[in-house]
């Protein structure tokens, strides 16, 4: 055989094949059997090296050629594990002969778990009948303990090397290779504690003592290479005098000392290296509670204490070693109660927070390439399997299976997942514990991350992988791409796994799946969050059942979607939204269309539904307004330019004012719902909502303007009298409306040349009049209300004035209050020229020659403290509201407003009417320390975002953080908090998240309010 044929075979480096082959006695022509069986390795190379150091360490290489020569089976089994493992070639190297570990009819067979565990306690010359087994050192050569435990874990190693041998020759699949393993690592922890008995007899006889598996352990799906869960449960042992006293915190500390001997053993580090180690981290209180508790202590913790995640980890709980009497106890005593975890109040919530939790800990980088908690991978599939179980299982015992694999074709079975998601559920998790295993069996390590392609060796690893998975053709593609193939199949399959079986319920759909019954369904719904899954259900049954087309897109959106509506605060709402929708929208062909061929704009949906009772107003109010949610283009804020074209042509297209108007505020309705979208999406920031509600507002008044002054004309059958013009006042002039927010506006006027002054301001109020009705009309639209508060002398005062009357007023009358509400004004409606010389006009009043002087300062700081006195709303929490509160909106504003009427007459960046302008330009000049500034726009940002969230959450408005901690979690939620750690490891809900980082902002934004605005 030639170095080409040895390439051709798979060999990387062929010339040295055929060299090693030489020197160890191979003929390339005569061994073509040994040859092609190391060529069909995972690793050609490797596994010809492997055999080379093998032949080298046993004392008769001459036999072991001979056996491979004539033995199939072995050549084939040899081959494989030196290909595929370099850590199993060490230990063939290291015990010259266990080669033939791998020979035979044994070698071919899988054991019992008894079998396994008789053998490792003969290995420690322990009684395997014994109800104690302990063992005996004399059994090994020199009769220490350490030679013993050595000796127990080489026989553990050739016993994985057996099942290696089976597992990579197809012998065995990888469900029967996981169960065997769990077997093993159990008679392995059998042994240990036959050997801990041994070196503490005195331990031994006051306890008895069971170790409970957990995780894939207890579940007999375990890997190569993983933790080992356990729980430990002892009892007093048994005294021959049965009136004699039990010292049971005797026997706890004596038990504890055990399981502390017994868990060394299998991680100690010698010649064998690690076998693994054992955790006994799922125990009552975890890492801080007692190692060892009696039944009765953990049966008390289950009842009392315990979390709902607590319940899904006893899922798999198994007696695998030690007193087999007081392991059935345990499980009698303890498993009942799982199956009423999912009737706990808090059960979604608790559920919800743990996948957000597994999520969040993988580390950045590495989600794509993690086979166990990535996206698509093996987590996705247990966690689906293992809430169906917690929600079905309480009623139907066929569930309560430990074993993944076991649970899925259960639930198949009974009706609860199709056989077609069922089978490619099990197929997926195969093929991902397949390769995990193949992972780990290289060194013997415990790694879920796949090889990253872009490091050096990182292809040649990944063409092993292929190879031992059979793709022999381009090994790193075909993985690659049966990688992807199956993690989106895995994605799909559990999204749809918890919420399809309910559809069928529901739907009354034709197929081969069996349905479940109602009171399952609700049990489902439930489970997913919803308040009333009576109510739900009847929405599910309304959109789905029929065999229209709009029911069938229906059947394959929702599914989906009622994951989406159950991650959203109030998920009976979106449900309820949609179905309004829906209804409203079903027979448009392109409503159907985009929500079958968009997933964004359902996904969007189902959250805005269940978010924002404001929006589900907005879009119930013209539900074709949905389509803007699949382009975040759609969503972006439109220019005032743009509007005003859009307001005008809509105007057009009527003949009466009401109509007009109503167009008008149906285009306004249109931008709030954009906004508010654009708001709950994160498309849009703050201070872009403040300008997009701001800029509606005045497109929508400048029309009503231009009708009412029409109107008014007509009607009297004069001519206009008056030039007309509206001005914009606090958050209004500021381009910083909210959602709840009316709008504060002053009116001017300016009689026509030769007109009277009286008729022209009779024309001018009744101008203004017709202009609010227009407004404020009942109507299926929104109404925009104008609040006129702020006008000299308040609602004292004329509601119209003259430009000339305003001059007068200012000149005379006007106090350091109405400066500093000047600051805010701005003409935003009317005719242009009189809303330039009403600026011209008011600009020395607000920004005085020289700045305000001392008096004024000071008579500025009494009203800021005076308005904390008095207008704060009885009852309201000052550390919480938004707008009066300490270190809230007005705080801010106050500090801004202060600044520009002390410098805005020598630097005009600081003639804005914008709160955050202001501050940048006090940052700029030196007004402000920048840190300072940045404290106060943190502030103020969160604050104007709170209140916004609070009105689009409830549909009303509110200047405080809701009392409600139910309404605070969905405002806080809305703002995109979610359940995370804190620095010292506290789980933190949303509503938590929030009040915590407002308090933070707001403390800091008041103490440096304190310090600029009283100069202290």
């Known amino acids: 055989m030639t170095a080409g044929a040895l390439a051709r075979r798979g060999f990387s480096d062929s010339t040295r094949a055929l060299r090693l082959m030489t020197e160890a006695g191979l003929d390339a022509r005569a061994d073509t059997a040994v040859i092609d069986a190391l060529a069909a390795a995972p690793d050609p190379d490797q596994a010809l090296l492997g055999l080379i150091r093998v032949l080298e360490s046993d004392p008769d290489p ?164 993983s933790d080992v869960d356990v729980v430990f449960v002892a009892e007093p042992a048994g005294s021959a005098d049965p009136g004699a006293p039990v010292d049971e915190q005797a026997a706890m500390r004596a038990a504890t000392r055990l399981a502390t001997a017994m868990m060394r053993i299998p991680s100690e580090t010698d010649a064998e290296g690690a076998l693994w180690e054992v955790d006994p981290a799922l125990r009552p209180e975890g890492r801080n509670g007692p190692l060892v508790r009696s039944v009765s202590g953990h049966l008390s913790y289950y009842e009392r204490w315990a979390k709902t995640w607590e319940f899904q980890a006893l899922l798999k709980a198994r007696p695998i070693a030690g007193d087999a009497g007081l392991g059935r106890a ?93 089978a490619g559920l099990s ?87 069996a349905r479940l019954s109602p009171e399952h369904a609700k049990i489902r719904l439930e489970a997913l969050g919803f308040a009333d899954p009576g109510g739900a259900l009847r929405h599910l049954e309304s959109l789905t059942s029929g065999v229209s087309r709009r029911a069938s897109i229906q059947r394959t959106l929702l599914p989906v979607m009622l994951g989406w509506f159950s991650d959203s605060p109030d998920p009976d709402a979106g449900l309820f939204g949609f179905r309004q929708v829906s209804d409203a929208l079903g027979t448009t062909p392109w409503y159907l269309r985009l929500l079958r061929d968009d997933v964004r704009v359902a996904e969007r949906m189902a959250w805005l539904l269940g978010t924002s009772r404001y929006v589900t107003e907005l879009l119930l109010r013209a539900p074709d307004a949905v389509a803007m949610l699949a382009d975040d283009q759609d969503l972006v804020r439109r220019g005032p330019k743009v509007l005003e074209a859009e307001a005008e042509a809509a105007q057009r297209r009527y003949d009466t004012a ?104 009779k024309q001018a109020l009744a101008i203004v009049r017709e202009l609010a009705r227009l407004l404020e009309m009942p109507a299926a639209e929104p109404p925009l209300k104008v609040d006129t508060d702020l006008r000299p002398e308040g609602r004292s005062g004329p509601v119209v004035r003259t430009l000339e009357s305003y001059a007068a007023y200012y000149g005379r009358w006007s106090q350091v209050w109405e400066s500093q509400a000047l600051l805010r004004a701005r003409p935003i409606a009317g005719d242009p020229e009189l809303r330039r010389a009403f600026t011209e006009l008011i600009d020395p009043v607000r920004y005085p020659e020289g700045g305000v002087d001392p008096s004024a300062v000071l008579e500025i700081r009494k009203l800021k403290a005076r308005m904390e006195a008095e207008r704060l709303p009885r009852g309201a929490d000052p550390t919480l509201h938004t707008k009066l509160g300490r270190g809230g909106l007005s705080d801010v504003e106050w500090v801004a407003q202060l600044t520009q009427l002390r410098h805005a007459h020598e630097y005009p960046g600081l003639r804005t009417t914008g709160t955050l302008e202001a501050l ?96 202290d």
């Open 658 to 761: 009401e109509e007009s108007v109503a167009a008008v505020r149906a285009l306004r309705r249109r931008e709030l719902l954009r906004t508010a979208a654009a708001d709950l999406l994160e498309v849009s920031s703050v201070r872009e909502v403040g300008s997009a509600l701001t800029d509606i507002a005045a497109v929508t008044i400048e029309a009503a303007l231009r009708l009412a002054q029409n109107r008014v004309v007509a009607a009297s059958g004069d001519e206009p009298l008056t030039r007309v013009c509206v001005v914009a006042m606090g958050r209004f002039g500021g381009g910083e409306l909210t959602y709840a927010s009316d709008a504060d506006v002053m009116y001017v006027h300016d009689p026509l040349p030769g007109v009277d002054t009286g008729a022209a301001t």
């Open 330 to 422: 345990y499980t009698e005593a303890i498993l009942p109660l799982v199956w009423e975890a999912t009737g706990r109040q808090d059960f979604v919530e608790d559920v919800q927070a743990m996948r957000r939790r597994v999520v969040a800990h993988i580390p950045a980088g590495e989600a794509e390439r993690e086979l166990k908690l990535g996206p698509g991978g093996l987590r996705d599939i247990e966690f689906s399997v293992q809430l169906l179980q917690l929600v079905h299982g309480r009623t139907d015992d066929r569930l309560r299976s430990g074993n993944t694999l076991e649970a899925l074709e259960a639930l198949s079975e009974s009706g609860y997942v199709g056989r077609r998601d069922a």
């Open 427 to 513: 197929e997926a998790y195969r093929f991902l514990r397949r390769l995990e295993h193949l992972l780990q069996l290289e060194r013997l390590r415990r790694t879920h991350l796949m090889p990253d392609p872009g490091s050096q060796d990182g292809p040649e690893h990944l063409r092993r992988l292929g190879r031992a998975l059979g793709f022999t053709a381009n090994p790193v593609r075909e993985l690659t791409e049966a990688r992807r193939r199956v993690t989106s199949e895995v994605r799909r399959l559990h999204e749809k796994l918890f919420y399809r079986p309910l559809l069928n319920a529901v739907a009354q759909l034709p197929g081969e799946e």
């Open 920 to 1015: 940048d330009t006090a940052v700029a000049h030196g007004l402000l320390a920048a840190d300072d500034g940045a404290v106060l726009e943190q502030a103020w940002r969160l604050a104007s975002r709170v209140r916004g969230m609070v009105m689009l959450v409830r549909g009303r408005g509110g200047d405080s953080l809701p009392s409600d901690l139910r309404v605070r979690a969905a405002v806080a939620g809305a703002m995109g908090c979610r359940s995370a750690e804190d620095e010292e490891g506290v789980w933190e809900g949303p509503a938590e998240q929030l009040t915590e980082a407002y308090l933070r902002a707001t403390r800091r934004a008041r103490a440096v309010m304190e310090r600029v605005f009283y100069d």
């Open 62 to 225: 001459a036999e072991v050629l001979d056996v491979l020569r004539e033995e199939s089976d072995l050549r084939a089994r040899l081959s494989k594990v030196l290909g595929t493992s370099p850590a199993l070639t060490d230990h063939l190297v290291r015990h010259p002969g266990d080669w033939r570990e791998l020979r035979g009819a044994d070698a071919a067979r899988s054991p019992e778990p008894d079998e396994l565990r008789r053998g490792l306690l003969h290995t420690v010359g322990a009684d395997p009948h014994s109800a104690a087994p302990a063992a005996d050192p004399a059994v090994v050569g020199d009769g220490t303990s350490e030679t013993l435990r050595h000796t127990l874990r080489v026989a553990y190693r050739r016993r994985l090397l057996r099942l290696a041998g089976r597992d990579l020759t197809g012998l065995c699949t990888v469900d029967e290779a996981a169960a065997e393993l769990a077997d093993l690592a159990a008679s392995m922890l059998d042994a240990s504690l036959a050997v801990a008995r041994a070196e503490q007899p005195e331990d031994a006889a006051l306890c008895r003592l069971a170790v409970i598996g957990m995780g894939k352990c207890g579940g007999r799906e375990l890997n190569y290479v």
